[in-house]
């Protein structure tokens, strides 16, 4: 269906009828408001930053690939939200099992961790996999021993 005659809502938007409703200006005001909301001490979930918006939480990757402003500050605010996050658990303010369920998300070197120490235990499965001697046994459960003390401590 064609628009009816003497439209206006396209003007000044050539590429498109709808005009676009997040331009660059107003993401960049967002990207201050995500990081003014990081410095908090009680910010402990993106989604306390977007609850209150119009957008919802799957909107902010788009948002990264309109404004290398908007995906700088979205890094650095879920960086100071970990360390919020880990600082709380260390105070007994904060429980422990909704850290750990969502620490990958926040904190991008225990996500790499994560799944190195994940490649490593694959690879000692292989590699002790064909020798099953009663030693063999006494041995895998050394390491997984060690794998698991190694994800404690981290």
């Known amino acids: 269906m064609a628009a009816p005659k003497g439209n206006q809502y396209?003007?000044?938007?050539?590429?498109?009828?709808?005009?676009?409703?997040?331009?660059?200006a107003y993401l960049e005001i967002e990207a201050a408001d995500l990081l003014?909301?990081?410095?908090k001490e009680d910010?402990?979930?993106?989604?306390?930053?977007v609850n209150p918006k119009e957008y919802n939480v799957d909107q902010l990757t788009d948002f990264c690939k309109r404004s290398e402003v908007f995906c700088h500050a979205l890094k650095k605010a879920k960086a100071r939200i970990g360390y919020n996050?880990?600082?709380?658990?260390?105070?007994?303010k904060f429980?422990?099992?909704?850290?750990?369920?969502?620490a990958g998300i926040?904190?991008?070197?225990?996500?790499d961790y994560e799944d190195s120490?994940?490649?490593?235990?694959a690879e000692l499965k292989r590699s002790i996999q064909p020798e099953l001697s009663p030693e063999s046994l006494v041995q895998i459960a050394a390491v997984m021993d060690q794998i698991q003390t190694t994800r404690q401590k981290a």
């Open 85 to 92: 996050r880990e600082k709380k658990v260390h105070e007994n």
């Open 95 to 102: 429980n422990y099992g909704i850290q750990q369920r969502a």
């Open 36 to 39: 003014s909301f990081a410095d």
């Open 117 to 121: 120490l994940k490649v490593r235990e």
């Open 10 to 24: 396209a003007v000044g938007n050539p590429n498109s009828g709808r005009p676009p409703k997040y331009d660059e």
């Open 106 to 111: 926040y904190d991008s070197l225990l996500h």
């Open 43 to 49: 910010s402990t979930s993106i989604y306390q930053f």
